[in-house]
């Protein structure tokens, strides 16, 4: 019987024993008397995930529980913060609050606990992280488990110090490190902030010290720094400026050494020399020590022959023309001319897109084998060989063309909008740049039926029997969208109002890809901004999208005072004060004044080109002008009234009315009939009514589109005024891109002058000459002359054209030539007109320069001599062209 006792005895004790080994937390917990009331964490995921992620605390509270820690739990409103915090546990007569929030960032969860003290204390930072929402359970354990670190084990880190450091802040330093006052101590987290100062390259040594303090663990960083550099010098440098290459340095006097950041130097000096064709340049540093705190730092250059390309090579080449492939690169020989273009320079960088342009030339010509190795560069002592190879393949012909996928019409319909099927009937050869038009053209299409995310794909089936490919067009529609807000951002100046009236869509709309590209080119032809972008932005909901429009304000005011010669004005002295954009509401304002030998003029302007945010433009000007022609002189004092209403997308319909008082003095005794009649002082009353239509791809540099005007201005009769006539003209523009960024350009103008009932003054009849219509012409010296007087009286019929090419000769600095062939002539009277133009032919430049475009044009008069006016003239102006 004692037995049994002892032996129950015995067994009561085992099983206290296992209980105190199994539950240590709980009873520690009830030792310390910790107490835990975990508040609601904040959600920041996705709408559908808000529920599995509001279960946070819930799984928190249960796994504190598990590590035997008491635990409540409470739901209030509003917003969490430390000091509300540490009021609830406090209530709750808990010794910690814990709260935080749980945030989604792509696929991965982030959960951020803020552990808050009830009494005095500071609080404490813990985290926990998860793949996916739905590994959150593990992740809530690990926050558990940590919190019962901190407050049972001891292990935060309570302070974070530095020692060693001379030169750079300690705050400096601890920012570098991710181990936080607050955090548990976490033996890997410190060793790879370890890793992580020495990665900085500013020091020789680093340790870390680990130092038990009360409340936790102090966290010590002992450093060494490098020296820190007293000066930078550059040695042999003679080709590159020495302060170009500083400047290109990160290296700064004053500044540790760091020799990454001095590698990276070195390769940016390398690369300085290898752009002014020093392809060999030895780049090095020595350090200068007399102290082991500081240096300087030396740049020893040693700089080679320079080196441009002396030839270009594209090897494999047997079934195009090598020549016309050649065109195709931006890396080409060193020429007599390339101090201007800048040509035979190796850029690196371009060899790819060159690689490139060559599989893309073979591509478009139906050979789709083609491939193209990569480019060898051959230095040499007497310059550097660019070697391409190709490998050409055989040449496919374009066979049966198809469609599939979601299609919105019938096969005829597409095949009208397409062009690959044109290729097909005539049995010509693949072009993957057609293929590539056709992809974009069916996106738009479809996403001017509102599809945004419309997706064009194809498939190509090679025939190698009958060296033919098959096309097959695949269309994934998606879903049809509507646009829920238009959001502008990057406005500084430019008000809201003045950027929503140029978009073509707004809230509610239907999505049109057409109108979305026109409200760019609307906002970009403004020229208020530096970039327009517009991106379609997918929302919650998957048929809404936000337009989001950025931009970046431009400076559209001018100040300029200068002098400067063209000839038309001769040497002249003027300035003018501009702004295009004022108050941000799109207003144009300027005044300018010039005085020459020959002429002056001050113009007062203001327009409004959205009255009220309405369509109607309106716009008035003042000037006060003066001119010595050749026969007379003329003064004119007056002011012009403008508006204009748009008629459809690309056209404007303008009306104005011009009150002049003008005089006409210093006429010749015997002046012709047409001058002494326009002599003394006058006033001209004209109406003006006129249409254009431009579909040009820029306001100021067109490549493409037209521009086409018809006006009439109507002077006298019921006006009133001292001047009659009528006079309509007509002028068209034509613009098309040509192969090698070149540009065709074709203007041609045509007017007449009737009679209304009185005279006509001089000045309003028509002469040619010049640099704005016939060049290689005198200013005005194409005219009918007085039979009598030999005097230029200007015509009643005028018509003269433009021919040109124009190309880029360097796109970086706005810099464009042409060449050009002009003709035209006046006529007396309609009965007179022959078809006996002057004609001419020259080149010049254009200079799209900060103060504007400046161009300078020679032109040679073919029909000069024979009519006695010089044959050579170089025409100078500054301001818009056509």
Do not use: C
């Not at 203001?606 to 009255?611: A, Y």
Request: proline share 3%; glycine share 10%; aromatic share 10%.
């Amino acid at each position: 019987m004692r037995g049994l006792k002892f032996l129950g005895r015995a067994f009561s004790f085992a099983i206290l024993a296992v209980l105190a080994f199994t539950l240590p937390s709980q009873a520690q917990s009830g030792q310390s008397g910790t107490k835990i009331l975990v508040l609601p964490f904040a959600v920041n995921t996705a709408s559908d995930q808000k529920g599995l992620a509001a279960s946070l605390p819930g799984l928190v509270a249960d796994n504190l529980r598990r590590e035997g820690i008491a635990v409540a739990t409470e739901k209030p409103s509003g917003s969490m913060d430390d000091q509300t915090a540490r009021r609830l546990a406090s209530a709750a007569k808990a010794t910690h609050a814990l709260y935080g929030s749980v945030s989604q960032i792509g696929g991965t969860v982030s959960i951020d606990g803020r552990l808050v003290p009830a009494g005095e204390g500071a609080p404490l930072s813990v985290f926990a992280q998860a793949k996916e929402l739905m590994q959150l359970e593990p992740a809530a354990r690990e926050l558990a488990g940590k919190v019962r670190g901190l407050l049972v084990t001891g292990d935060a880190i309570v302070d974070v110090a530095v020692e060693g450091n001379q030169i750079l802040d300690k705050d400096v330093i601890i920012l570098k490190a991710k181990t936080q006052v607050g955090q548990p101590y976490d033996p890997k987290s410190v060793n790879d902030d370890l890793k992580r100062l020495f990665e900085t390259g500013y020091f020789d040594d680093v340790q870390i010290r680990l130092e038990n303090v009360p409340g936790g663990k102090k966290l010590v960083f002992v450093v060494k720094e490098k020296p820190r550099i007293q000066a930078v010098g550059v040695i042999g440098s003679g080709e590159v400026d020495q302060d170009k290459i500083l400047e290109t340095m990160s290296t700064k006097s004053g500044s540790i050494l760091n020799l990454k950041l001095l590698a990276e130097d070195l390769e940016k000096i390398r690369e300085l020399y290898r752009k002014e064709g020093f392809y060999k340049t030895e780049v090095s540093y020595e350090l200068e020590q007399t102290d082991p705190r500081i240096a300087r730092l030396n740049i020893i250059v040693k700089e080679p022959k320079k080196l441009f390309i002396r030839e270009v090579k594209i090897e494999g080449v047997s079934q195009v023309d090598a020549d016309e492939l050649r065109g195709e690169l931006s890396t080409s020989e060193r020429r007599f001319w390339s101090w201007v273009t800048g040509s035979g320079v190796l850029k690196e960088e371009m060899l790819e897109r060159d690689a490139a342009a060559i599989e893309n030339f073979y591509a478009n010509r139906g050979y789709v084998d083609i491939k193209v190795g990569q480019p060898d560069v051959e230095y040499g002592d007497d310059g550097i060989t660019v070697v391409f190879r190709v490998s050409e393949g055989d040449r496919y012909k374009v066979g049966a063309v198809s469609f599939g996928g979601d299609l919105l019409m019938d096969n005829d319909a597409l095949l009208q909008i397409i062009k690959l099927d044109q290729l097909a009937e005539e049995g010509s050869f693949f072009d993957r740049s057609v293929v590539r038009d056709d992809l974009n053209l069916l996106t738009e299409i479809y996403g001017d039926l509102g599809y945004a995310f419309a997706q064009a794909d194809v498939d190509l089936m090679k025939n190698d029997g009958e060296k033919t490919i098959d096309v097959a067009y695949s269309i994934n529609k998606g879903r049809r969208v509507y646009i829920r807000r238009v959001l502008i951002e990057g406005n500084d100046k430019t008000r809201d109002n003045v950027i929503r009236r140029e978009m073509r869509l707004a809230d509610g709309d239907l999505f049109s890809g057409n109108k979305v590209r026109r409200s760019n080119e609307r906002l970009d032809r403004l020229d208020y901004f530096e970039k327009v972008d517009i991106e379609t932005v997918p929302t919650e909901n998957p048929t809404e999208v936000d337009l989001k429009v950025k931009v970046k304000d431009k400076n559209t005011g001018a100040f300029s005072l200068g002098a400067g010669y063209s000839t038309y004005d001769s040497v002249f002295f003027g300035g003018s004060v501009e702004e295009r954009n004022l108050f941000g509401k799109g207003y144009h304002a300027k005044f300018q004044g010039m005085l020459s030998g020959t002429s002056s003029r001050f113009i007062l302007s203001l327009m409004n080109p959205r009255f009220n945010d309405t369509n109607l433009t309106t716009g008035i000007s003042l000037y006060n002008l003066y001119k010595r022609y050749d026969d007379y002189s003329k003064e004119t004092i007056g002011g012009k009234l403008t508006f204009g209403y748009p008629l459809g997308e690309y056209t404007l319909l303008t009306w104005a009315y011009r009150l002049d008082r003008y005089r006409v003095y210093n006429t010749n005794w015997n002046s012709s009939s047409v001058i002494s009649n326009s002599e003394g002082t006058h006033w001209s009353s004209s109406l003006t009514a006129e249409i254009d239509r431009d579909t040009t791809d820029s306001s100021t540099k067109p490549t493409k589109g037209t521009k086409n005007t018809l006006s009439l201005e109507y002077a006298g009769g019921i006006l009133q005024g001292d001047d009659s006539f009528i006079r309509p003209t007509i002028s068209s523009n034509y613009f098309h891109p040509l192969p090698w960024d070149l540009v065709f350009h074709w203007r041609g103008s045509a007017g007449a002058l009737l009679e209304n009932g009185g005279d006509i003054p001089v000045f309003e009849r028509f002469y040619l000459g010049g640099i704005d219509n016939v060049r290689g012409y005198e200013q005005n010296k194409i005219s009918p002359r007085d039979s009598r007087t030999g005097e230029r009286i200007g015509g009643k019929l005028m018509f003269f054209t433009n021919i040109e090419t124009i190309y880029p000769i360097s796109k970086s600095n706005g810099i464009w030539g042409l060449v050009f062939f002009d003709a035209g002539n006046t006529w007396a009277a309609n009965t007179e007109m022959d078809w006996s133009l002057y004609k001419s032919v020259g080149a010049g430049l254009r200079w799209y320069s900060p103060m504007g475009l400046i161009r300078v044009e020679y032109g040679y008069g073919l029909d000069a001599e024979a009519n006695n006016l010089w044959p050579h003239q170089i025409g100078f102006s500054m301001g818009q062209s056509f």
